[in-house]
């Protein structure tokens, strides 16, 4: 039966999805990625090699696969012919990586944009990547936008990207970020031929595959508490990061879905401002960074660390439909001596939801569990596992009502435990 599987970060992002989605990647016929832009970075290790893909769906190691970047997502084409360089470096076959024609474009103006508007912020700064990917959804709903199809047509591009340049142009100028037009369609018509043969109708792309029985697989970027439109608003990211975001970023309805697999690490982590009730600013969290190796992959900048919040992930699990759960990074929790679970917010004594946080007085309650000291690296079955390292994870499972299907106790591929095959449960 053919139908559509979706993998979700159900935290902050950075959770492990692209690791994920490689590994899944041999039962489908097609990778896609959904949303997002080139300001999510997956890493992938592959026989010892890291790689970092950024626009690219994290399924390019599993030839010949077709891979799709929907339009949903906003594309850097200077980023993306670099990465397609990149990869061809390695022996990748690229051509096998297609691009809707209906993606819309992040253009320096955007990245300029970008970052004026973090200045401008000041103390209120979101912590944005300043990679543009805002002001690109920012164009697309307010139809000033270029998308890829444009880059076939030289006179309709070199029109929007005027007519762009028109509508910033004072506040570009102001900032002593001015774009020079000629220059700039210059750019696009030499990366246009890079692209060009890349880019397809990626709807009619998605329901070949569904119509002739095969499977697709769906990568989003971030996780669901930086949903645009459910996350912790407006410290959130400019797409919707969730599983309905499949269907309009993809362009299918919500009937192929068969599977929503959400990812989730042991810890909570995040970047940038924004409410994090589980946080640790101790030395506790020092060790969660420094053994998860927890900086950003694209800026580098020093994750916030924190305790698994459950109040936040079953909020997840419910949004995101999510059939099972996949819980990365046991291994950095090694050698803690207990490990708390934010078990739900209270403010003037009462239980309050997802919808109250950011607001003065919301404060975490913590439920504690025994650590364990075993190095878990080395594990390959569930049974294996130390047992309060497996009753964590049951707790886990059972705080968000939601079957763990995996565990991952290492960036290897061969490090993800899979419950699911071993027809056995933690």
């Known amino acids: ?19 994920i989605v490689d590994v899944l990647a041999d039962r489908a016929e097609m990778i896609a990625r959904f949303g997002g832009g080139n300001n ?22 599993h030839a010949p696969k077709p891979l799709l970047i929907g339009a949903g997502v906003v594309i850097d084409l200077a980023g993306f012919v670099q990465e397609l360089d990149e990869l061809r470096a390695i022996g990748v ?32 700064a979101i912590g944005t990547t300043g990679r543009g990917i805002g002001p690109t959804y920012v164009d697309r709903v307010a139809r000033s936008g270029v998308r890829a199809a444009d880059l076939r047509e030289p006179e309709r591009l070199a029109q929007r990207v005027r007519a762009a340049l028109a509508l910033h142009g004072n506040r570009l ?28 109708d990626g709807v009619a792309l998605v329901h070949d595959v569904l119509e002739r029985g095969g499977d697709i697989l769906c990568e989003g970027a971030q996780g669901t ?32 879905v068969r599977e929503v697999i959400g990812v989730t690490k042991a810890y909570c982590t995040r970047v940038g401002a924004g409410p994090f009730p589980s946080e640790l600013d101790d030395a506790v969290g020092e060790q969660l960074r420094a053994r998860g190796n927890e900086y950003g992959t ?31 990074k046991l291994d950095v929790m090694s ?8 078990s739900s917010y209270v403010k003037d004594g009462r239980p309050v939801g997802v919808d109250r946080l950011g607001e003065a007085g919301v404060t975490p309650e913590v439920t504690w569990y025994p650590g364990w000291s075993e190095d878990v690296s080395a594990v390959r079955r569930v049974e294996d596992l130390p047992r309060n390292a497996r009753a964590y994870v049951q707790a886990l499972e059972q705080a968000t009502d939601t079957p763990v299907g995996w565990i991952s106790v290492g960036a290897e591929r061969s490090s993800l435990i899979s419950i699911v095959d071993s027809g056995r449960r933690v």
Not at 335 to 342: D, K, S
């Open 1 to 19: 039966m053919s139908g559509v599987t979706i993998v979700v970060g159900i935290q902050w992002g950075d959770e492990g999805k692209g690791r």
């Open 40 to 61: 999510a970075g997956h890493t992938l290790v592959v026989e010892g090699r890291k790689v970092v893909l950024r626009s690219v769906p994290s399924g390019i190691f």
């Open 93 to 124: 076959d690229v051509s096998r990586v297609k691009l809707d024609e209906r993606a819309h474009l992040t253009l320096p103006y955007h990245i300029a944009l970008d970052r004026l508007g973090e200045q401008a912020r000041g103390k209120g």
């Open 173 to 200: 100028s102001e900032g002593g970020a001015a774009i020079d037009a000629g220059r700039l369609l210059e750019e696009l018509a030499a990366l246009s031929t890079r692209v060009a043969p890349h880019l397809v």
């Open 225 to 256: 508490m930086l949903d645009v439109g459910f996350g912790t608003y407006p410290y959130v990211t400019s797409s919707h990061t969730i599983a309905g975001g499949a269907c309009v970023g993809l362009g299918f309805g919500p009937m192929a």
């Open 298 to 328: 694209n800026t580098g900048r020093p994750r916030r660390c924190g305790w698994f919040d459950v109040v936040a992930a079953r909020y997840a699990c419910r949004l995101n439909g999510v059939s099972r759960l996949v819980v990365t």
């Open 335 to 342: 050698g803690l001596e207990r490990v708390g679970v934010v």
